[in-house]
């Protein structure tokens, strides 16, 4: 009997020990899951973080590296043929009635050996040569004089111009050159005054130049005031920021602008602090055109999306994810974009009925779809609210936000994207890439003063150097809408 029982006690201890190997073995099962679960999120993520590049996502160019993708234009192919098209005027150097020099190229005499000086002329064929006379610049200089009066023996003492002001100093137009060179070539201090040098044989120091660059951005505030004013007024404006390089850290270049004006400001936040600061969007009551940046929405101003961004987007989700709703999200906003584009080019305003009620349901059945593919997150027992995946977020946002999405086809002043901020900020990275990053908060500044200068005085038919002129001589170019 003590047998069995000494028998029953092992057997039961066993037993016991099995139960709670079993038991080891299913909590470090559930364990091991869930960290593997964990893990193929993450691998999801960084190979989604690698997929991501200029063409399909809001990254900048700059950050693609030395394996630059492919370009992949979301535009469909016109037909037509590379190169200028058929009516297309085309641009050539064209002769002048009245050239400066003429050189006469005169046969001396004839195969058989007559001369023909004196021989009548029967034709004339002419060339011109189109060249840069050596470059000198010119001093004038000012000579005060006191002269005695016959009348009373006074001394009379005549006056300098009150723009010259020192007993030798650069005039206006040498101003606007080192204005044109820093403010809209782009040059490092350093190669500009080899380029002065060069040029006009004249040494200047990088000193020197910093200090009429601080003239130049003092000569053009008053514009650039005007500017900010004009832009609280526009019915349509882009907005944007980008990263920039000040004294080692990251700071933010802001940018709001139209087809005619352009106001740049530097700021240390990216966020509402900056745009508040700034002082444009919180007097803005037109329509802000943007990409999906939060801080925008917090004004009460209409607002609509770039339709850019929201391409590249859905091309990452198309290529990547397979996702064919997204393909079909793609279309009819490309779709749309066509329709309006006929619509202009035959003088009109706004879209047919018709054709606005086919893009809205169209719009709608594709959110459908996607909602439908991507449910809500059911509930996992834990407190707060349960993450969405990243698709069911921008299926929402499509939703939320359609009207800022298909506000290009329902009012024709605004665009389809927000290229043309883009395209102004892009001189920010090229500046860059040329003379690197600014050095302090005044030098950003007046970067960004003259920049919002030029760019205005550009997008309003003005030459930039002639606009810098009239600025250094007192009389810059005010516009008058934007």
């Known amino acids: 009997m003590g047998h069995s029982d000494d028998r029953l006690t092992e057997l039961e201890a066993k037993l016991e020990l099995v139960m709670a190997t079993c038991e080891f073995l299913r909590a470090e099962n559930a364990f091991l899951k869930q960290e593997n679960e964990a893990l193929r999120k993450r691998v999801r993520h960084l190979e989604e973080r690698l997929a991501k590049n200029s063409s399909n996502s809001s990254k900048p160019p700059s950050s693609d590296g030395p394996a630059k993708p492919k370009p992949k234009n979301l535009r469909k192919k016109s037909g037509k043929k590379p190169g200028g098209q058929k009516g297309h005027s085309g641009s050539r ?23 023909l000086r004196n021989a009548p002329v029967i034709d004339i064929e ?15 200089e000012h000579v005060v004089k006191t002269k005695l009066c016959p009348k009373c023996g006074a001394k009379v003492k005549g006056e300098f111009p009150e723009e010259v002001s020192a007993p030798t100093q650069y005039g206006p137009r040498f101003g606007a050159v080192v204005a044109y060179l820093l403010g809209y070539q782009l040059m490092p201090f350093g190669r500009c005054a080899e380029l002065m040098e060069e040029i006009f044989g004249i040494k200047v120091s990088q000193g020197t130049l910093a200090r009429i660059r601080t003239a130049a951005a003092k000569s053009v505030e008053p514009s650039v005031k005007v500017v900010g004013e004009l832009l609280k007024l526009a019915k349509v404006a882009g907005f944007d920021e980008t990263g920039m390089r000040n004294m080692g850290k990251r700071d933010w270049l802001h940018v709001a602008c139209t087809l005619l004006a352009t106001y740049y400001s530097p700021h240390e936040k990216r966020g509402r602090i900056a745009m508040d600061e700034i002082g444009i969007l919180p007097e803005f009551s037109g329509t802000a055109v943007h990409d999906h940046w939060k801080s925008y929405y917090g004004y009460d101003c209409a607002h609509a999306e770039c339709g850019a961004h929201l391409l590249r987007e859905l091309k990452f989700l198309e290529e990547e994810l397979k996702l064919d709703w997204a393909r079909e999200m793609s279309n009819c906003l490309l779709a749309a974009l066509e329709e309006k584009k006929r619509a202009v080019d035959k003088g009109a305003r706004h879209l047919e009925e018709s054709i606005e009620h086919v893009i809205d349901q169209a719009y709608d059945r594709i959110t459908a779809k996607a909602l439908k593919k991507h449910p809500p997150p059911k509930p996992n027992g834990k407190r707060g609210r349960t993450a969405r995946t990243r698709e069911r977020k921008f299926a929402e946002r499509l ?8 506000a290009f086809i329902h009012d024709f002043d605004i665009p389809f994207d927000n290229n043309l901020s883009e395209r102004d900020l892009r001189m920010m990275k090229l500046k860059e890439k040329i003379s690197g990053t600014f050095r ?3 030098s950003a500044r007046e970067w960004c003063q003259l920049r919002s200068y030029i760019s205005t005085a550009r997008k309003n038919g003005l030459r930039v150097l002639d606009a810098l002129t009239l600025a250094l001589q007192g ?4 516009p008058e809408r934007v």
């Open 93 to 115: 150097l064209e002769p002048v009635d009245e050239p400066d020099h003429t050189a006469s190229c005169d046969p001396a005499k004839c195969a058989c050996g007559c001369h």
């Open 126 to 140: 002419k060339r011109q040569v189109f060249d840069v006379p050596p470059v000198k610049v010119v001093v004038t």
């Open 399 to 406: 939703v939320e936000f359609k009207n800022e999405t298909l």
């Open 440 to 442: 302090g908060a005044s």
């Open 475 to 478: 009389n810059p170019f005010i």
